[in-house]
Protein backbone atom coordinates (compact mmCIF):
# COMPACT_ATOMS: atom_id res chain seq x y z
CA UNK A 1 0.00 0.00 0.00
CA UNK A 2 2.79 2.61 0.81
CA UNK A 3 4.34 2.32 -2.81
CA UNK A 4 1.51 4.22 -4.10
CA UNK A 5 1.73 6.91 -1.78
CA UNK A 6 4.73 8.87 -3.28
CA UNK A 7 2.59 8.99 -6.90
CA UNK A 8 -0.83 9.79 -4.96
CA UNK A 9 0.48 12.67 -3.54
CA UNK A 10 1.67 14.03 -6.82
CA UNK A 11 -1.56 13.43 -8.42
CA UNK A 12 -3.05 15.08 -5.72
CA UNK A 13 -0.44 18.50 -6.10
CA UNK A 14 -2.14 18.22 -9.73
CA UNK A 15 -5.61 18.30 -8.30
CA UNK A 16 -4.88 21.62 -5.92
CA UNK A 17 -3.92 23.56 -8.75
CA UNK A 18 -7.58 24.86 -9.66
CA UNK A 19 -8.07 25.20 -6.04
CA UNK A 20 -5.14 27.56 -5.57
CA UNK A 21 -5.83 29.15 -9.03
CA UNK A 22 -9.55 29.96 -7.58
CA UNK A 23 -8.80 31.37 -4.84
CA UNK A 24 -6.09 33.72 -6.15
CA UNK A 25 -8.70 35.26 -8.77
CA UNK A 26 -10.81 35.66 -5.78
CA UNK A 27 -8.08 37.90 -3.80
CA UNK A 28 -8.53 35.48 -1.25
CA UNK A 29 -4.57 35.66 -0.54
CA UNK A 30 -4.85 33.64 2.78
CA UNK A 31 -6.53 31.08 1.29
CA UNK A 32 -3.83 30.50 -1.67
CA UNK A 33 -1.28 31.08 0.76
CA UNK A 34 -2.44 27.93 2.92
CA UNK A 35 -3.08 25.77 -0.34
CA UNK A 36 0.26 26.37 -1.62
CA UNK A 37 1.69 25.28 1.46
CA UNK A 38 -0.34 21.78 1.81
CA UNK A 39 0.94 21.68 -1.72
CA UNK A 40 4.54 22.17 -1.10
CA UNK A 41 4.47 19.64 1.82
CA UNK A 42 2.59 16.86 -0.72
CA UNK A 43 6.01 17.98 -2.25
CA UNK A 44 8.51 17.39 0.33
CA UNK A 45 6.67 14.45 1.71
CA UNK A 46 6.00 12.23 -1.74
CA UNK A 47 10.13 13.04 -1.73
CA UNK A 48 10.63 11.84 1.56
CA UNK A 49 8.70 8.74 1.52
CA UNK A 50 9.80 7.86 -2.16
CA UNK A 51 13.95 8.24 -1.39
CA UNK A 52 13.22 6.68 2.19
CA UNK A 53 11.15 3.42 1.26
CA UNK A 54 12.90 3.17 -2.06
CA UNK A 55 10.07 4.14 -4.00
CA UNK A 56 11.29 6.21 -6.56
CA UNK A 57 9.69 5.28 -9.88
CA UNK A 58 10.32 6.71 -13.38
CA UNK A 59 6.78 7.74 -13.23
CA UNK A 60 7.22 9.73 -10.29
CA UNK A 61 10.54 11.25 -11.65
CA UNK A 62 8.72 12.41 -14.57
CA UNK A 63 5.10 13.83 -12.97
CA UNK A 64 6.32 15.05 -9.80
CA UNK A 65 8.25 18.07 -12.14
CA UNK A 66 5.45 18.27 -13.75
CA UNK A 67 3.10 18.97 -11.31
CA UNK A 68 5.96 21.66 -9.71
CA UNK A 69 5.75 22.93 -13.14
CA UNK A 70 2.43 22.75 -13.66
CA UNK A 71 1.30 24.43 -10.46
CA UNK A 72 4.28 27.23 -10.74
CA UNK A 73 3.37 28.16 -14.35
CA UNK A 74 -0.72 28.23 -13.24
CA UNK A 75 -0.20 30.93 -10.53
CA UNK A 76 2.20 32.71 -12.58
CA UNK A 77 -0.02 32.99 -15.43
CA UNK A 78 -2.41 34.23 -12.95
CA UNK A 79 -0.82 36.51 -11.17
CA UNK A 80 0.35 37.78 -14.66
CA UNK A 81 -3.09 38.38 -15.61
CA UNK A 82 -3.49 40.16 -12.60
CA UNK A 83 -0.95 42.82 -12.95
CA UNK A 84 1.42 41.55 -10.39
CA UNK A 85 4.27 40.43 -12.57
CA UNK A 86 4.83 41.49 -16.52
CA UNK A 87 3.46 39.16 -19.25
CA UNK A 88 7.23 38.74 -20.38
CA UNK A 89 8.34 37.21 -17.93
CA UNK A 90 5.53 34.07 -18.06
CA UNK A 91 6.53 34.18 -21.83
CA UNK A 92 10.49 33.55 -20.85
CA UNK A 93 9.48 30.99 -18.50
CA UNK A 94 6.64 29.12 -20.76
CA UNK A 95 10.07 29.26 -23.63
CA UNK A 96 12.23 27.43 -20.65
CA UNK A 97 9.52 25.05 -19.66
CA UNK A 98 8.51 24.27 -23.32
CA UNK A 99 12.19 23.33 -23.82
CA UNK A 100 12.75 21.36 -21.16
CA UNK A 101 9.78 19.72 -21.55
CA UNK A 102 10.91 18.96 -25.05
CA UNK A 103 14.28 17.47 -23.82
CA UNK A 104 12.74 15.16 -21.10
CA UNK A 105 10.34 14.12 -23.69
CA UNK A 106 13.51 13.00 -26.09
CA UNK A 107 15.21 11.71 -23.45
CA UNK A 108 12.43 9.61 -21.97
CA UNK A 109 11.98 8.09 -25.69
CA UNK A 110 15.17 6.75 -24.95
CA UNK A 111 14.48 5.37 -22.14
CA UNK A 112 16.66 8.30 -20.02
CA UNK A 113 14.91 10.03 -17.37
CA UNK A 114 15.59 13.38 -16.73
CA UNK A 115 16.00 13.89 -12.83
CA UNK A 116 15.98 17.35 -11.43
CA UNK A 117 18.92 19.02 -9.83
CA UNK A 118 19.80 21.42 -7.56
CA UNK A 119 19.99 24.23 -9.90
CA UNK A 120 16.14 23.65 -11.03
CA UNK A 121 14.99 22.62 -7.38
CA UNK A 122 16.94 26.28 -6.81
CA UNK A 123 15.33 27.93 -9.07
CA UNK A 124 11.93 26.35 -8.48
CA UNK A 125 12.04 27.99 -4.48
CA UNK A 126 12.67 31.22 -5.75
CA UNK A 127 9.60 31.14 -7.83
CA UNK A 128 8.09 30.22 -4.89
CA UNK A 129 9.31 32.86 -2.39
CA UNK A 130 8.66 35.40 -5.17
CA UNK A 131 4.88 34.06 -5.30
CA UNK A 132 3.90 33.97 -1.26
CA UNK A 133 5.78 37.42 -1.38
CA UNK A 134 3.15 38.99 -3.65
CA UNK A 135 0.23 36.85 -1.44
CA UNK A 136 1.88 38.89 1.33
CA UNK A 137 2.09 42.25 0.02
CA UNK A 138 -1.39 42.24 -1.95
CA UNK A 139 -2.77 41.06 1.83
CA UNK A 140 -0.49 43.51 4.12
CA UNK A 141 -1.16 46.19 1.39
CA UNK A 142 2.53 46.62 0.95
CA UNK A 143 3.79 49.90 -0.83
CA UNK A 144 6.95 48.89 -1.71
CA UNK A 145 6.86 45.73 -4.34
CA UNK A 146 10.42 44.11 -3.65
CA UNK A 147 8.82 40.74 -5.12
CA UNK A 148 9.44 41.84 -8.64
CA UNK A 149 12.99 42.07 -7.46
CA UNK A 150 12.34 38.06 -6.25
CA UNK A 151 10.85 37.11 -9.43
CA UNK A 152 13.92 38.57 -11.26
CA UNK A 153 16.14 36.57 -9.27
CA UNK A 154 14.09 33.55 -10.11
CA UNK A 155 13.99 34.35 -13.28
CA UNK A 156 17.72 33.89 -14.01
CA UNK A 157 18.26 31.20 -12.03
CA UNK A 158 16.01 29.24 -14.00
CA UNK A 159 17.12 30.82 -17.18
CA UNK A 160 20.48 29.32 -15.61
CA UNK A 161 19.09 25.84 -14.86
CA UNK A 162 18.38 25.42 -18.96
CA UNK A 163 22.05 26.17 -19.51
CA UNK A 164 23.11 23.99 -17.04
CA UNK A 165 20.39 20.76 -17.67
CA UNK A 166 21.77 21.63 -21.78
CA UNK A 167 24.99 21.66 -20.72
CA UNK A 168 24.98 18.78 -18.67
CA UNK A 169 23.13 16.28 -20.61
CA UNK A 170 25.30 17.71 -23.93
CA UNK A 171 28.65 16.56 -21.98
CA UNK A 172 26.93 13.16 -21.26
CA UNK A 173 26.32 12.53 -25.03
CA UNK A 174 22.67 12.36 -24.99
CA UNK A 175 22.50 15.79 -27.02
CA UNK A 176 25.39 15.25 -29.38
CA UNK A 177 24.59 15.72 -33.05
CA UNK A 178 25.34 11.78 -33.73
CA UNK A 179 22.91 11.38 -31.26
CA UNK A 180 20.24 12.85 -32.14
CA UNK A 181 19.82 11.32 -35.71
CA UNK A 182 16.09 10.30 -36.79
CA UNK A 183 15.03 7.23 -37.80
CA UNK A 184 13.28 6.75 -40.82
Known amino acids: MLKHVPNTLTIARFILIPFIIISLVQDNYVLTFI ?38 IA ?16 VIIFLK ?7 ASFLYGKELVVSSRWYGKLATVLFYVAIVSSLAIKYFNISFKF ?5 YLALIFTIFSLYMYFQAFYKQGYLKKENLKISK
Open 35 to 72: LLTISGLTDVLDGFIARKFDLITNFGKLVDPLADKSTQ
Open 75 to 90: ILTTLALKNIIPIWMI
Open 97 to 103: EFAMISG
Open 147 to 151: DLYLY
